[in-house]
């Protein structure tokens, strides 16, 4: 009897196409054969577990800032503070989120980028008399200076925290 092997797609086991006296013709290689139920149980059961951690290509360079932290990073500050005020909801505090992580990067040890959840934290938020988001404020010396209300190109965002840092 001859026989021949022919391979299905990677993530399965190579089947057998028989070729016999019984049959007039070989079968069809394109046919699949999958393992059986059985077998693909007794593969995962006997898998080592795994512990897989998610990566993320973009690590976010604005902390998160609370109610319970909000008197000793941004009213306490040494330096300049950005303050985001988003809801986890919020499509268009997502863009500016990039925005504010690229402005931490750039402008890390002048200024100090924060976000508020303002879900989380309402009382904060209803201080400073936030009633949407995105809302962006600065602060220098503990002391509100300017206000970004919307999702604005980074430009805008640029102009308002050198003028704060340069009053």
Known sequence: ??????????????????SSPLFSSKLNPSRVSY???????????????????????HEPKAAVVTKDSWKKSILSSDVPVLVEFYASWCGPCRMVHRVIDEIAGEYDGKLNCFLLNTDNDLPIAEDYEIKAVPVVLLFKNGEKR??????????????????VLES
């Open 1 to 18: 009897m001859a026989s021949s092997t022919s391979f299905s797609p990677s993530h399965l086991a190579p089947t057998r196409a028989v």
């Open 35 to 57: 393992p059986s139920r059985t077998r693909i149980l007794k593969l995962a059961h006997d898998a080592p577990l795994l512990n897989l951690k998610v990566l993320s290509a």
């Open 146 to 163: 300017e206000s970004i209300v919307g999702t604005m190109p980074k430009e805008f965002y640029i102009s308002a925290i050198e003028r």
